[in-house]
Every structure is written in C-alpha cells, then in structure tokens.
C-alpha cells in the first residue's frame, strides 16, 4: 500500500478519445510529479507541482495538460494520443520540489496507457 | 549531456551476493538513489548516499564514490522477492533527478 493512489490503473483510448488520469497523495506532501516509464528508458520527467503551481514542463507536447487543483490531487488530462504515448504514468510526491536531502519521493503503482 | 549508466539485466542464484553497479556524467552532484521496482508496482525508495562511503541497510548496502561517478547497490542473501528492477537516479546541481534505465534482476533457485 502506498501514499500515492492512481486511476485508473489501466486504460485503453482510441486516438481521438479524451480521458483523464487521476492522482491523489494522502503524505501532507507539497510537490506533486507526472513521469512516463517507457520499457528500458528511463524515467522521463513531465510535469512538476510545486504547491499548485506548475514549476516545471519538460517539452512536453500539448495533447498532454495537467491539471492540480489543491496540494492533493494532480490530473493528467489527454486528447489526441499517438499510439507512441502508450507506456506506464506514474504519479509521484515529495515534501518540497526536489526533495531536499535525504527526502525521497514517493510513487504510486502508475497507469498503464494503451493508445489505439 | 547528462546519463546514468546501469547494467540492463543480472541473474542471480538465490542465498548468493549481487552487484548493482552505477555510472553517472551529471551537471553536479547533490545525491544519489536507489529505488526498487517490482513487476506491475510502483517504485519503493531503498538508498540515498551523498557522501563517499558505503550505507548498510539489513541486506541490502549502497556504496558511493563522487571523484569517480559510481554507485553500487549491493544486495546479500538473496531471495525470490528480490527480483525487480533497480533504478539508480542522481540529483544534479538544479536538484533536478536523473534517472537510469534501471537493472531488471532475476533471481534463480
């Protein structure tokens, strides 16, 4: 069991299909995270919430909008997928941007994405 | 550029040592992490070195050397539940994560 919650876990979506992805932390912590695990890359940043503002958006492409409405919940809001975007989204949180020193961030069990 | 350098995959024997080994070319250096990925799950926080040294953890240790940009995760006595992928990230000097590929290690009887 985690502190991060994810849903759904997983979806299927055609290419002009709008759907929404869903994150909610129960840690008390500031920063929330959008990544994509892709098989055998690395973890690929994407958005970055840092008490409800956006603080970082690493190129990517607008078919992608997130959404945070409190220090809570973080959405990832989708609209005309390429099959490419089909991977793993996980959902992350940390107390402070980076987490600071030892501070770790915490993730949740992801939502695996398949665009047909 | 920036890369994290891990081995793709290891096998091991079960009750045996492993080593995890990995690289890092960062712009500065403000920590290091190991994380623990199963099958389908989310990533679970295992290490964090910032000075050289090793840091021993029940089975598990995770060593650092800054002046030569390497990590090893280091895990004894192993066991079936073991086997999971190990991602190696660095922060860099904007405090900015870096991640590896991630080692997928399977672990034989």
């Known amino acids: 069991e985690t502190g991060v919650t994810q849903t759904p876990r997983h979806l299927v979506m055609g290419m002009t299909n709008k759907k929404s992805l869903k994150c909610e932390q129960h840690?008390?912590?500031?920063?929330m995270y959008w990544y994509k695990q892709s098989a055998k890359k690395p973890l690929e940043l994407m958005f970055v919430y840092s008490l409800e503002e956006r603080v970082e958006n690493n190129s990517v492409p607008s078919r992608f909008s997130p959404e945070c409405p409190n220090s809570s919940h973080l959405f990832l809001h989708l609209h005309t997928l390429q099959p490419e975007d089909s991977a793993l989204y996980l959902c992350?949180?940390?107390?402070?941007?980076?987490?600071?020193?030892?501070?770790?961030?915490?993730f949740g069990e992801g939502s695996w994405l398949t665009v047909v | 550029g920036q890369n994290i350098d891990q081995p793709t995959e290891m096998t091991a024997t079960e009750g045996a040592i492993v080593q995890i080994n990995c690289t890092y070319q960062t712009s500065g250096f403000n920590g290091l992490f190991w994380y623990q990925q199963h099958a389908g799950e989310a990533p679970t926080f295992l290490s964090y070195n910032v000075l050289d040294g090793l840091e021993e953890k029940g089975r598990f240790s995770s060593f650092l050397s800054r002046s030569k940009g390497y990590s090893y995760l280091l895990l004894k006595e192993l066991q079936m539940k073991d086997s999971a992928s190990y991602l190696c990230?660095?922060?860099?000097?904007?405090?900015?994560?870096?991640w590896g590929a991630g080692t997928k290690l399977i672990i034989k009887p």
């Open positions: 992350a949180s940390s107390q402070g941007p980076t987490g600071a020193g030892g501070n770790t961030i915490y």
């Open positions: 840690l008390g912590h500031n920063a």
């Open positions: 990230a660095v922060r860099d000097s904007n405090y900015q994560l870096i």
